[in-house]
């Protein structure tokens, strides 16, 4: 083994590890997050999870709004949904999550849900981004 390169080759492999290790993070947290079904109404919107085979109910009252905006990835742009509820959770629903995706927005509006507008989509860190109607939903700012 020479020894003048090992340093070099050991950390080629701890930056190999630690990018598989981000990647595959936000890969199974996307995954675990994203897998559920969403049923709109004018009362409620019904939120399934799939993977922990649990629904919620989300009432009107308990929402905000909506906004659309773009998340970039190196194989494209997806559209995005952010629900916006008062307890500052969002729901994040994303364009290839959903095979009626187009539909969405359109019923959320003639359902009676304000739209908050649309969002650029601004990194926080790896596998987060800053929100821009965030604050929207602190108890100073409602309405």
Not at 54 to 75: A, H, M, N, Q
Request: with cysteine; aromatic share 18%; hydrophobic share 40%.
């Amino acid at each position: 083994m020479d020894t003048e390169r090992a340093p070099i080759e050991i950390g080629a492999i701890l930056l190999g590890l630690l990018l598989f290790y981000s990647y595959s993070y936000v890969i199974t947290k996307s995954f675990f997050l994203q897998t559920k079904k969403i049923a709109v109404t004018k009362d409620f919107l019904k939120e399934i999870n799939y993977l922990r085979n649990t629904t919620r109910l989300i009432t009107k009252e308990d929402i905000i709004g909506f906004s659309t905006s773009v998340i970039p990835y190196k194989i494209g742009r997806f559209s995005q949904i952010i629900v916006y509820l008062k307890d500052n959770e969002k729901i994040e629903l994303i364009q290839f999550c959903y095979f009626n995706f187009k539909e969405i927005e359109p019923v959320l509006l003639n359902c009676g849900y304000k739209y908050l507008g649309f969002e650029i989509y601004r990194w926080k860190w790896f596998d987060s981004r800053h929100y821009k109607y965030e604050t929207a939903a602190s108890p100073n700012n409602q309405n």
